[in-house]
């Protein structure tokens, strides 16, 4: 059994930065993907940034350059880094991961306002 956690969202100005992070509890397949997905409301979930299997990282077109995906594997954790934040930016943040059963595990979200 996996769970996550995320934490770090919060209400920032158009141009600010947020750090979120996603606490892990389990076993995680660190050889899947684990990343990061957005919810903004009335739109679909979509993929933010992510760890591929293989272990290089992708982004979302919206936001290279200007947000950073990393992992500490000792500490079970891993961060989205969110710099020069715009208004667009502004969902629900959910962190993802697998566990050895196949199951891909969802954390509950934390909220990103971003005002202009």
């Known amino acids: 059994q996996v769970q996550l956690v995320e934490s770090g969202g919060g209400l920032v100005q158009a141009g600010g930065s947020l750090r979120l992070s996603c606490a892990a509890t389990?076993?995680?397949?660190?050889?899947?993907?684990m990343g990061w997905y957005r919810q903004a409301p009335g739109k679909q979930r979509e993929l933010v940034a992510t760890?591929?299997?293989?272990?290089?990282?992708m982004y979302v077109e919206s936001v290279k350059g200007r947000f950073t995906i990393s992992r500490d594997s000792a500490k079970n954790m891993m961060y989205l880094q969110m710099n020069s934040l715009k208004p667009e930016d502004t969902a629900v943040y959910f962190c993802?991961?697998?566990?050895?059963?196949?199951?891909?595990?969802w954390g509950q979200g934390t909220q990103v306002i971003v005002s202009s």
């Open positions: 993802t991961a697998w566990g050895w059963n196949e199951v891909r595990y």
């Open positions: 389990g076993s995680i397949r660190s050889s899947k993907d």
């Open positions: 760890f591929t299997s293989i272990g290089s990282t």
